[in-house]
């Protein structure tokens, strides 16, 4: 079994930050890498940031390119995401997903439940 944690949501205003964390844990080796995505209601999930988890390459959505940074912890099974200059259209339900090695249940997509970001304006 493999595990997927977000934390780090809230309420924040218009302009202000978050910082987003996302754990996996249970039998597996590595973090193949990981990646962020938010849904809104009655929307599709959208990419958001990713991140490689041996060499820390990392691509971005361009609506968010220049204020999230995607990262490592110093958890290597954590990966954080930084939110900057937020606005209210960053507000969904952002999750984590992630692929893996050494695990005998499969390797790709293991999901967190999301945790919800909310930007007031």
């Known amino acids: 079994q493999v595990q997927v944690v977000e934390s780090g949501g809230g309420l924040v205003l218009a302009g202000g930050s978050l910082r987003l964390s996302c754990t996996a844990s249970?039998?597996?080796?590595?973090?193949?890498?990981l990646r962020w995505y938010r849904q809104v209601p009655g929307g599709e999930r959208e990419f958001v940031a990713a991140?490689?988890?041996?060499?820390?390459?990392?691509a971005y959505e361009d609506s968010v390119k220049g204020r999230f940074t995607i990262s490592k912890d110093t958890d290597q099974n954590t990966a954080v995401l930084t939110m900057i200059n937020m606005q209210p259209a960053d507000t969904a339900v952002y999750f984590c997903?992630?692929?893996?090695?050494?695990?005998?249940?499969?390797?790709?997509?293991?999901w967190g439940q999301g945790t919800q970001v909310t930007v007031s304006s």
């Open positions: 991140i490689d988890g041996r060499y820390g390459q990392t």
């Open positions: 997903d992630t692929n893996v090695t050494g695990s005998r249940t499969g390797s790709n997509d293991y």
């Open positions: 249970g039998r597996f080796s590595s973090i193949s890498n």
